[in-house]
């Protein structure tokens, strides 16, 4: 990082959004610099957790079966958002994770056949080999091919405007404070799901109990700083992306390997031994991400999935085993909740279930009747011991407060007049799309949409 240079395009954040942008507007001469707040070691934000992207396509390909088309795309959108979406953002994207995968493999990623499990994507969604990591230092071995330059440890403290332009970012750097003087900015650092401190003020004393599954790195300090020099926000606080996390997992970084995929396959309880939802609403991936806010409600924020030996070998087996009893009474003892409770609860649960033909690949017909909630699918009674039991906690993946954009990626302003020099990419826009709820692999399909349109129209820009 040269202080006595103007950089063309200034890239805040280090993640897929961030590189995706760097290296598109890279690609058509400008020079840029990726201002990236963690060390090294720790580049890519929740990026290098990521495992796929969801891809329209009208026939199979390498590593998707079947076809996707854009209505499907749509539809699945509209129904996870509540219709909370702006539809000509959404379009785009959708259109536009088309021609996603060979963007991609042209800078170093490559991709894998889905493997058989519970998330039943690969129809929808193409898997990264080596996961989201080996994106990530694919991406960074491109940007280094490329001359992109790059600053770890570089967290953007401030943004300087002039006549409503972004002309300085202000830095701290290995405890120094900079100003980088740039021509256009690309704002791609995160949304605020790293700062505890923000998601209480959000959703008051609950926040004490989730889990950050991705970077500690996302503090939204990008964010606030472009809200509060007057571009209009959009979307809730309280929106984000949050699954049912094994409560034992650490604060923060956990990644992938501590979500409990079980919910489907047997009941979830909270701390008084009660059901509260239906655990088979719908496919797991239209669902997964509901459970998170769905803990989020319950009293202390921590419930337990239950299942019994018949459910085990048929989802992916989180990183922490399973509490195990030979009885639902003894399970109750192991995880401290009141024994008769749970029996009765177990009891009723059983006693609703109506007999059908068990087939975890398809909405079945095994479902409860007469009880509140009800499991509308995969409802089995659990009788078979041994009894297993996994403890959750709201596992916060990323919030959806967002900057607004335009089609052109530019940041809005509160006259909603675009920016001329400012645009956005990923998670930190990714709520003009995401007013609510989630579609498994969107996040990464929005990213690396708009750090394409981003990095082509800041290069645009500089080039005139
Ligand atoms: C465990 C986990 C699994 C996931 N799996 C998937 C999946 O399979 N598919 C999918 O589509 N989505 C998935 N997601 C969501 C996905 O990670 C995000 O949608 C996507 O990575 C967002 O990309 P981004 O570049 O906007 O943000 P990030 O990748 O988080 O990058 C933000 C970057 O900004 C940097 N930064 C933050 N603040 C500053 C600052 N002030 N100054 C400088 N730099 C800063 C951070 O260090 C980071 O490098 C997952 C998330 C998690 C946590």
């Given at each position: 990082m040269d202080p006595s240079r103007t950089y063309d395009v200034l890239v805040l954040g280090g993640g897929n959004a961030a590189l995706t942008a760097a290296i598109t507007a890279r690609r058509t001469g400008v020079s840029v610099l990726v201002l990236e707040c963690a060390p090294k070691g720790l580049r890519g934000g929740n990026s290098r957790h990521t495992r796929n992207l969801r891809c329209m396509h009208d026939r199979p390909s390498d590593v998707l079966t079947e076809a996707y088309p854009e209505d499907?795309?749509?539809?699945?959108?509209?129904?996870?958002t509540k219709g909370k979406t702006d539809e000509h953002l959404a379009r785009i994207t959708i259109r536009q994770s088309t021609d996603c995968r060979a963007w991609m493999v042209q800078h170093g990623v490559r991709f894998q056949p889905s493997l058989r499990g519970t998330l039943h994507l690969s129809r929808t969604n193409a898997f990264f080999l080596g996961g989201g990591k080996a994106l990530v230092n694919a991406y960074?071995?491109?940007?280094?091919?490329l001359g992109i330059e790059v600053a770890y440890d570089t967290e953007v403290r401030d943004l300087n405007f002039r006549d409503g332009q972004i002309v300085t970012a202000i830095v701290a750097q290995h405890g120094a404070t900079r100003e980088v003087r740039a021509r256009t900015v690309v704002a791609a650092a995160g949304g605020f799901e790293s700062n505890l401190g923000w998601l209480k003020e959000a959703w008051g004393d609950v926040a004490d109990n989730f889990l950050v599954r991705g970077t500690p790195y996302n503090m939204g300090r990008v964010l606030r700083v472009l809200i509060d020099k007057g571009v209009k926000p959009v979307g809730d606080p309280t929106q984000c992306h949050a699954v049912a996390c094994d409560a034992r997992a650490p604060k923060f970084d956990a990644g992938i390997i501590t979500r409990v995929d079980a919910i489907s396959l047997g009941i979830v309880v909270n701390k008084h031994a009660a059901r509260f939802y239906d655990e088979g609403e719908d496919f797991w991936p239209k669902r997964y991400a509901i459970w998170g806010r769905l803990v989020a409600g319950q009293p202390d924020q921590i419930a337990f999935v239950l299942i019994d030996a018949k459910a085990m070998g048929s989802f992916v087996p989180p990183v922490y085993p399973p509490i195990r009893a030979s009885s639902v009474r003894e399970l109750a003892q192991a995880v401290n909740l009141d024994p008769a409770t749970l029996e009765r609860s177990v009891a009723a649960f059983n006693r609703s279930v109506r007999p059908g033909t068990f087939n975890h690949a398809i909405l079945d017909d095994c479902a409860t009747v007469n009880l509140t909630p009800p499991k509308s699918h995969w409802a089995r009674p659990l009788d078979a011991p041994p009894f297993f039991a996994y403890p959750l906690r709201p596992g916060i993946t990323f919030t959806y407060l967002a900057v607004r954009v335009n089609d052109r990626a530019q940041v809005m302003?509160?006259?909603?007049?675009?920016?001329?020099?400012?645009?956005?990419?990923?998670e930190i826009m990714a709520g003009n799309i995401l007013g609510e709820g989630y579609?498994?692999?969107?996040?990464?399909?929005?990213?690396?949409?708009?750090?394409?349109?981003?990095?082509?129209?800041?290069?645009?820009?500089?080039?005139?």
């Amino acid at each position: 990082m040269d202080p006595s240079r103007t950089y063309d395009v200034l890239v805040l954040g280090g993640g897929n959004a961030a590189l995706t942008a760097a290296i598109t507007a890279r690609r058509t001469g400008v020079s840029v610099l990726v201002l990236e707040c963690a060390p090294k070691g720790l580049r890519g934000g929740n990026s290098r957790h990521t495992r796929n992207l969801r891809c329209m396509h009208d026939r199979p390909s390498d590593v998707l079966t079947e076809a996707y088309p854009e209505d499907e795309y749509w539809q699945d959108l509209v129904r996870v958002t509540k219709g909370k979406t702006d539809e000509h953002l959404a379009r785009i994207t959708i259109r536009q994770s088309t021609d996603c995968r060979a963007w991609m493999v042209q800078h170093g990623v490559r991709f894998q056949p889905s493997l058989r499990g519970t998330l039943h994507l690969s129809r929808t969604n193409a898997f990264f080999l080596g996961g989201g990591k080996a994106l990530v230092n694919a991406y960074y071995r491109a940007a280094e091919d490329l001359g992109i330059e790059v600053a770890y440890d570089t967290e953007v403290r401030d943004l300087n405007f002039r006549d409503g332009q972004i002309v300085t970012a202000i830095v701290a750097q290995h405890g120094a404070t900079r100003e980088v003087r740039a021509r256009t900015v690309v704002a791609a650092a995160g949304g605020f799901e790293s700062n505890l401190g923000w998601l209480k003020e959000a959703w008051g004393d609950v926040a004490d109990n989730f889990l950050v599954r991705g970077t500690p790195y996302n503090m939204g300090r990008v964010l606030r700083v472009l809200i509060d020099k007057g571009v209009k926000p959009v979307g809730d606080p309280t929106q984000c992306h949050a699954v049912a996390c094994d409560a034992r997992a650490p604060k923060f970084d956990a990644g992938i390997i501590t979500r409990v995929d079980a919910i489907s396959l047997g009941i979830v309880v909270n701390k008084h031994a009660a059901r509260f939802y239906d655990e088979g609403e719908d496919f797991w991936p239209k669902r997964y991400a509901i459970w998170g806010r769905l803990v989020a409600g319950q009293p202390d924020q921590i419930a337990f999935v239950l299942i019994d030996a018949k459910a085990m070998g048929s989802f992916v087996p989180p990183v922490y085993p399973p509490i195990r009893a030979s009885s639902v009474r003894e399970l109750a003892q192991a995880v401290n909740l009141d024994p008769a409770t749970l029996e009765r609860s177990v009891a009723a649960f059983n006693r609703s279930v109506r007999p059908g033909t068990f087939n975890h690949a398809i909405l079945d017909d095994c479902a409860t009747v007469n009880l509140t909630p009800p499991k509308s699918h995969w409802a089995r009674p659990l009788d078979a011991p041994p009894f297993f039991a996994y403890p959750l906690r709201p596992g916060i993946t990323f919030t959806y407060l967002a900057v607004r954009v335009n089609d052109r990626a530019q940041v809005m302003m509160q006259d909603d007049k675009p920016a001329a020099n400012i645009f956005a990419a990923g998670e930190i826009m990714a709520g003009n799309i995401l007013g609510e709820g989630y579609l498994a692999g969107i996040g990464m399909t929005i990213g690396t949409v708009f750090g394409r349109i981003a990095g082509r129209e800041a290069a645009r820009h500089v080039l005139g």
